[in-house]
């Protein structure tokens, strides 16, 4: 008995230490460190509006209304854009489900802004294989201008301006795309919108 013993407690010391040291120690240091070094980064890169976080820099939200930017299509469920479910549909380019979801959205984004005649860009009718995306290309940004102009009653250079603003370039130069945050976008068109309500108030009194 004794001897089992003997064998087990240098098991439980080392089980135990390293317990400690991997499942305390070792994560509230790389906890402190990164909201030490990248507060923002550490708590989920929230972005704030008037003091109230309203989403994510990292996570796509679904926008519909005709107002708004609209993202890139989510395959998630429930409900798109479900940050607890990420995931892509898993459907190939031959797939017949595919192939009429994009024909739907299509028909949908032709139905929005029947004068827009140019091809769609592709990541307005694609899902990604996170489902997430909270970024769209330029040239789907800028296909949604004349719509987005037309429903807020602003100019369509105002609204080009806005979008062209927005465009972040590829990291250091070289890695990945420029793309447009469109949660982002949206909070910068509804303050663009405000204060041009806030003008024609002004110059109508």
């Known amino acids: 008995m004794k001897t089992v013993l003997g064998q087990l407690r ?15 120690l070792y994560p509230a240091l790389t906890t402190a460190l990164a909201r030490a070094l ?6 989920g890169s929230p972005i704030a509006r008037n003091g109230k976080v309203v989403g994510s820099a990292l ?14 299509p989510s395959a998630t469920s429930p409900f798109p854009d479900n940050a607890a479910a990420s995931s892509g549909s898993n459907l190939g380019p031959t797939n017949p489900a595919l ?15 029947p004068a827009a005649s140019g091809p769609i860009p592709p990541d307005l009718v694609t899902a990604s294989a996170s489902g997430l995306d909270p970024d769209i290309s330029p040239a789907a940004a800028l296909y949604q201008v004349p719509r987005v102009a037309r429903a807020r ?3 369509v250079a105002a609204v080009r301006a ?21 949660l982002e976008l949206n909070l910068a ?4 919108a405000s204060d041009a309500l806030q003008r024609n108030a002004k110059a109508g009194t």
């Open 38 to 43: 990248f507060p923002s980064q550490a708590d």
């Open 189 to 192: 068109l509804d303050a663009a």
């Open 153 to 155: 009653g602003l100019s």
């Open 162 to 182: 806005l979008v062209l603003g927005r465009v972040e370039g590829r990291w250091l130069g070289v890695f990945g795309e420029p793309r447009v945050n469109v």
């Open 59 to 72: 996570i796509g939200q679904p926008f519909s209304d005709p107002r708004h930017f609209w993202g890139r």
């Open 10 to 24: 240098p098991a439980l010391i080392v089980f135990a230490a390293l317990s400690i040291l991997t499942g305390l």
């Open 99 to 113: 192939l009429k979801a994009v024909r739907d959205r299509v028909a949908a984004l032709r139905a929005a802004d």
